[in-house]
């Protein structure tokens, strides 16, 4: 059985897709771009301002559903330039000090909006 994860403190899908989906103890969130969720407008074209943001807009599924950084155990970081591959592990590091979940990162030619990030991530309990 799946449940359909929706919060109006992370932005709304901009497309045909649902923000998450837990099904058998395991939350799949739909990867997640820096959109200010009372906007809906892409953050400041600063690669730590959209990664902050994107942080925040997957802390907020996360605590929706019941998980947090703790249950997170893979991240796939999408990035338009592979250069701000060092500004990200910063950030990422402040969330995962100790243990931190598996990850891919690829760059790719263009993310939804012009966004500099795109993450998605994969939790259990």
């Known amino acids: 059985m799946k449940r359909?994860?929706?919060?109006?403190k992370a932005p709304a899908?901009?497309?045909?897709y649902s923000q998450?989906?837990?099904?058998?103890?395991?939350?799949y969130i739909s990867g997640q771009i820096p959109l200010d969720t009372?906007?809906?407008k892409l953050v400041e074209a600063k690669i730590v301002a959209q990664t902050e943001k994107?942080?925040?807009?997957?802390?907020?599924?996360?605590?929706?559903?019941?998980?947090g950084f703790e249950n997170v155990v893979k991240m796939t970081v999408l990035l338009a330039d592979m250069g701000d591959?060092?500004?990200?592990?910063?950030i990422y590091a402040r969330f995962y000090p100790e243990n931190p979940p598996a990850r891919a990162a690829?760059?790719?030619?263009a993310l939804p909006l012009g966004s500099?990030?795109?993450?998605?991530?994969?939790?259990?309990?």
């Open 13 to 16: 899908a901009i497309g045909p």
């Open 20 to 27: 998450a989906i837990e099904t058998n103890g395991t939350l």
């Open 85 to 90: 591959f060092k500004a990200v592990n910063k």
């Open 38 to 40: 009372a906007t809906g």
């Open 54 to 67: 994107v942080f925040e807009n997957i802390g907020a599924i996360l605590k929706a559903a019941g998980y």
């Open 4 to 8: 359909i994860i929706k919060t109006d």
């Open 106 to 109: 690829f760059q790719v030619t």
């Open 116 to 125: 500099m990030i795109e993450i998605e991530t994969i939790a259990t309990k």
